[in-house]
């Protein structure tokens, strides 16, 4: 399961409120994939039947196929601070699929 924190929820929740989003969904994607794996928040405004769609804390969690198999379980929060404000994501899942066309998340051969 993948938990939004209470912050990260409220700071959601606003941002949709403030741009008319009456039915919102955050997707999670990969930014970058090689030894680290790095991850990135969109509006999932193009939800399509692959999808898996999950919900935590009031927030529609979508992925693709892929990255849901080497993201089962994790947490996205909220920060503010004198740097600014930033989503983080953390995936906790530290299972080897031992195969990388199945989620492209780890470097298996």
């Known amino acids: 399961m993948i938990e939004i924190t209470n912050r990260a929820a ?3 929740k606003s941002l949709f409120e403030k741009e008319g989003i009456e039915q919102p969904a955050i997707r999670i994607y990969i930014t970058e994939s090689s030894a680290d794996v790095h991850y990135g928040l969109a509006l999932a405004d193009d ?3 692959f999808d898996v769609i999950t919900e935590n804390n009031g927030i529609k969690i979508v992925m693709a196929p892929k990255v849901a198999v080497g993201f089962p379980d994790g947490s996205i929060d909220f920060k503010a601070d004198s740097a600014g404000k930033t989503f983080i ?13 199945e989620c492209y998340i ?3 051969e």
Do not use: M
Not at 89 to 101: H, K, L, P, S, V
């Open 47 to 49: 939800i399509n039947e």
């Open 106 to 108: 780890c470097d298996a």
């Open 10 to 12: 409220a700071e959601l």
């Open 89 to 101: 994501i953390q995936n906790t899942f530290t299972g080897n699929c031992d195969n990388c066309e």
